[in-house]
């Protein structure tokens, strides 16, 4: 606010903390390092999808990750968890791990402003692929791999959950727990899609068939 626009005092402002609303707010002074806001007014927010969406995908090397996080906060993503598999080709410590979510958080929080939303998604600490498989209840689970022959989905759904492997793809042990813990094999069409298309592209189809998109 201070740095690159500039405000000055008296600058009207529309602010959001995460909580779902919208606040009109204008600047009542400022400093070096600091601004000092009044609150004027609060509203909701009416942009996020009915439609619960998890995303569980393996973690990939570069600023992969950073593209989907940011995409998928767009398309109405709730929650997104980084995984580890057989396949994965990044191995970080504890201490990396940490501050790779904080970075990721952040750019959903940066994807919120773009997009106009008010809730930011949550980005989970990296875990196994097992657990996040044992653990995710959804009305409608897929995974994504492209040796899938295609399966119905039910007709209606309020929660989905999307499983997404590494570039290498899921291990056959992998796909299989998924299918013991009822998700969908699913293909997306007849091109393989890469690690980071993948997920945007199922994001988009649910929300079209389940959530908010429309198409005239």
Not at 26 to 45: F, G, H, P, Q, Y
Not at 145 to 157: F, I, L, Q, Y
Not at 169 to 197: M, N, W, Y
Request: net charge positive; hydrophobic share 40%; aromatic share 4%.
């Amino acid at each position: 606010m201070l740095k690159v626009l500039r405000l000055k005092t008296g600058a009207p402002l529309e602010l959001f903390n995460g909580d779902g609303n919208n606040y009109q707010c204008e600047l009542l002074d400022s400093a070096k390092r600091i601004a000092t806001i009044r609150v004027l007014s609060a509203k909701a927010n009416p942009t996020e999808s009915s439609l619960r969406s998890r995303l569980g995908i393996v973690v990939s090397k570069g600023d992969r990750m950073d593209f989907v996080v940011q995409k998928a906060t767009e398309l109405g993503i709730h929650e997104i968890y980084p995984l580890t598999s057989e396949r994965c080709d990044v191995k970080l410590n504890a201490e990396r791990a940490e501050k790779r979510q904080q970075h990721w958080s952040k750019v959903a929080v940066s994807a919120c402003e773009q997009s106009g939303r008010s809730v930011i998604p949550r980005i989970a600490p990296i875990q196994s692929i097992h657990q996040w498989i044992s653990e995710v209840n959804a009305d409608l689970k897929w995974v994504l791999h492209h040796r899938a022959s295609a399966e119905k989905s039910p007709t209606e759904a309020q929660s989905v959950a999307i499983l997404v492997g590494p570039e290498g793809g899921l291990s056959e042990t992998e796909v299989e727990l998924a299918l013991q813990h009822k998700f969908i094999p699913t293909v997306l069409g007849p091109r393989v899609l890469r690690t980071e298309t993948a997920p945007l592209v199922a994001l988009s189809v649910l929300q079209q068939r389940y959530g908010d998109f429309t198409l005239l």
